[in-house]
């Protein structure tokens, strides 16, 4: 069955750098794009990029821009989103969810940014 | 950027009403309009895809219907257990975007 696999919970500092990981299993890595999404505090849904794994472009919300990079690892069909310049509005649940209609999620990571 | 309008943004309904809610797009999106249920501490699950396609295992009380700019999630019927919030989200260009959520509370 597909599955999305999260890395866990962490607390940053404000300033501070964050890697989070989703591991996919279940079906053909290449065949789907996978996109990260985020939940905020009293926020609703916010879609932060996407990336094809078969070629690792990815795409960004312009909100994101020169503070994100995405990547995969096509040997352990794992994507990692590299967050940078903290804040404490980054503080939510990140998701990793499989294109193009997110019909599979993983459970979240929640990045807790405090000082 | 497609921004997404959903309405209302809060609905108290009573167990077997029937709700709608909107998701209005700021251009036309075809049918690239999906719906996604998400309850407290869970991960978002897809209701409705392309507009109108029900998801599979997904009960026959959620529907969706609309095409171009706008779009509208029905339940028919609601239970208890759809306490949660809703959101539409498009797929049809970059940057994919989401509605900003409706958030239904059973009385």
Same mark, same amino acid.
């Given at each position: !069955? @597909?599955?999305?696999v999260?890395?866990?919970a962490? %607390?940053k500092?404000?300033?501070?750098? %964050?890697? $989070?990981?989703?591991?996919?299993?279940?079906?053909?890595?290449?065949?789907y794009y996978?996109?990260? %999404?985020?939940? +905020?505090?009293? !926020?609703? $849904?916010?879609?932060?990029?996407?990336?094809?794994?078969?070629?690792?472009?990815?795409?960004? +919300?312009?909100?994101? !821009?020169?503070? %994100?990079?995405?990547?995969?690892?096509?040997?352990t069909?794992?994507?990692?989103?590299d967050?940078?310049?903290?804040?404490?509005?980054?503080?939510? @649940?990140?998701y990793?969810?499989?294109g193009?209609?997110?019909?599979?999620?993983? !459970?979240?990571? $929640?990045?807790?940014v405090?000082? | /950027?497609?921004?997404?309008?959903?309405?209302?943004?809060?609905?108290?309904?009573?167990?077997?009403?029937?709700? &709608?809610?909107?998701?209005?797009?700021?251009?036309?999106?075809?049918?690239s309009l999906?719906w996604?249920?998400?309850?407290?501490?869970?991960?978002?699950k897809?209701?409705?895809?392309?507009?109108s396609?029900?998801?599979?295992?997904?009960p026959?009380?959620?529907?969706?219907s609309?095409?171009g &700019?706008?779009? &509208?999630?029905?339940?028919?019927?609601?239970?208890?257990?759809?306490?949660?919030?809703?959101?539409?989200?498009?797929?049809?260009?970059?940057?994919?975007?989401?509605?900003q959520?409706?958030?239904? /509370?059973?009385k």
């Open positions: !069955q @597909v599955q999305l999260q890395s866990g962490e %607390v500092r404000p300033g501070a750098s %964050v890697t $989070l990981s989703c591991k996919s299993s279940g079906y053909t890595f290449n065949d996978l996109h990260w %999404v985020r939940l +905020a505090p009293g !926020q609703g $849904l916010e879609w932060m990029g996407i990336i094809t794994p078969s070629n690792g472009i990815a795409r960004f +919300a312009q909100k994101f !821009q020169g503070r %994100v990079s995405m990547t995969r690892d096509t040997s069909s794992t994507i990692y989103m967050l940078t310049n903290l804040k404490s509005e980054d503080t939510a @649940v990140y990793c969810a499989r193009p209609i997110f019909d599979y999620w993983g !459970q979240g990571s $929640l990045i807790t405090s000082s | /950027e497609i921004v997404l309008t959903q309405s209302p943004d809060f609905q108290s309904v009573t167990p077997k009403d029937k709700v &709608t809610i909107t998701c209005r797009a700021s251009q036309s999106i075809a049918n999906h996604y249920q998400q309850k407290p501490d869970q991960s978002p897809l209701l409705i895809k392309y507009a396609q029900s998801f599979s295992g997904v026959s009380r959620f529907s969706g609309g095409s &700019t706008d779009f &509208t999630l029905t339940i028919n019927g609601l239970e208890a257990e759809d306490a949660a919030t809703y959101y539409c989200y498009q797929s049809s260009g970059l940057p994919y975007t989401f509605g959520g409706t958030k239904l /509370e059973i």
